[in-house]
């Protein structure tokens, strides 16, 4: 069993990268993910040249994104014009390209290894490889519109070094992962010196997040009612079931009470254009009281003219996923379109070529989704004892964006992230949720989520589920609305924050290989 690295790498970085998965959502094993790091890291040492290394990282990756994205399937189950099967095939499609970017992270650490003359899986080793992997989970979430799905960070939210979040940002708290597995193998070889060298900095990060709890929610807090109304995306489209699916979203809301509310439906919760139909906005008026706010869903449309038989007619040319404010008086104080879209989700990329293929994007409708101006700040309006609030937006698949979600020049009081992840099965949801409480850690923002069927939650400033609604249950979350903290390191810096952590990696590489010598 001990020689079996060593004769079968490539089987090795695939299956280690494989079980290195089971530390995301749902599973949370986040001990095997950093020994399956540390397996990796030793793989990277022993490579023999330049294309071995990255082969090795690559294998990894294949293995990694196709477990933690195995949920990608079950999104073709809805769409029709496409065969079903075709998603297990898009999942290793797309598990084969995102596994160039741990690939480049192995091929880097190799090479300015060998440089440095680093071998034996040393200190400086492990310097490098978190610089890299940092730099690679980087360049996976912006590169080619991006995919930053469970970044490595993430399996970390269980214990209290994720807190490192609120200074480096996601992609620094992946490289603190690597960290923590060169710690394990440093121990293993009984190098302990530069192991503790890299656990006591981990160590005080667990302590101060245990010093450090979110702020307490004050009396007299806003009052917030977030609504699941469990309706699946096999039925969300129905025409038959509209008129039963917005009873249940209006039952679920309440009646109104003396103190105003803010009250949070999902992503497309109603099938209406609100601008353009003024007897929809009425009927969601009338299930609100003095005071009270609806946060919905619903498409923003557009037309253009063209001629047809020697007249002009208005065909739709474009549309926003958007999120409406709706008062007591059916106006329309608001509204966010989505910036970052799903590309074959949203919208189909290259639609001349593909769509005569048969491809269609997964949200049906006969053309695509425009993106917004990206991240900003809508103004709740003060009412009834209610004081003016600031709330930022982030439509589903734009959450997982680390640093940026936020209009930093018009920071809000909280940020709502409605979603659609009834398209996501099992383990995408809580995936989803995940790295929604990332984002809060990081920006030290409350986040409250509202979803068909699971998992709408409250989320406070430092990242801990205060209230939540399972999967596949129909509820509401009647609570206060959580206090934000200061602004932190991260959200003053953004993404140049983990970048200086990187170079400062990069710099202690170099320096401890020449202490060495």
Sequence with gaps: ????????????????????????????????????????????????????????????????????????????????????????????????????????????TWWFGRKLGGGDCRLTFTLLFAAAWLASEYLRA???????????????????IAIASTLIGTYGLGALAILASGAILLT????????????????????????????????????????????????????????????????????????PRLIFWPEAAIPAYLDLEPDWRAR?????????????????????QVEKNGALENTLAGANNSLFIVDPKARLLGRYDKSHLVPYGEYLPMREILQPLGLSRLVPGAVDFWPGPG??????????????????????????FSGQVVDEAHRPSFLFNPSNDAWFGSWGPVQHLAQARLRALEEGIPIIRSTPTGVSAVVDARGHILHSIGHHRAGFLDTALPSPLPPTLFSRLGNWAPFGFMIALIALAIATRRTTR
């Design 375 to 400: 991240p900003q700040s809508l103004t709740l309006p003060a009412t009834l004892g209610r004081p003016e609030l600031k709330m930022g937006v982030q439509i589903c698949y734009e959450i997982i």
């Design 188 to 259: 293993l070889r009984r190098q302990f010196r530069p192991a503790a060298a890299l656990a006591a900095p981990l160590a005080a990060l667990a302590l101060w997040s245990l010093l450090s709890p979110a702020p307490p929610t004050p009396a007299g807090a806003p009052r917030i009612r977030v609504v699941q109304p469990n309706i699946g995306q096999d039925e969300k489209y129905s025409a038959e079931l509209e008129e039963a699916h917005f009873q249940t979203l209006a039952a679920l809301s309440g009646t109104p009470r003396p103190a």
């Design 1 to 108: 069993m001990k020689n079996i690295p060593a004769r079968f790498p490539k089987l090795t970085a695939l299956l280690a990268g494989f079980v290195a998965a089971t530390g995301f959502e749902p599973l949370k094993l986040w001990p095997v993910t950093l020994a399956c790091f540390a397996l990796l890291i030793v793989l990277i040492e022993r490579a023999p040249d330049r294309r071995s290394a990255f082969l090795r990282g690559w294998l990894f990756g294949v293995g990694h994104f196709t477990l933690g994205l195995n949920w990608i399937a079950h999104a073709f189950t809805f769409q029709d014009s496409m065969p079903h099967w075709f998603g297990y095939g898009a999942v290793v499609l797309l598990s084969l390209y995102l596994a160039v970017y741990p690939a480049l992270a192995t091929l880097a």
């Design 284 to 304: 969601l008026a009338a299930l609100l009281g003095p005071g009270d706010l609806l946060m919905t869903g619903a498409t923003k449309v557009y037309f253009k």
């Design 142 to 160: 912006t590169a080619f519109t991006g995919f930053a799905w469970n970044p490595l960070g993430v399996t970390l939210l269980p214990t209290g």
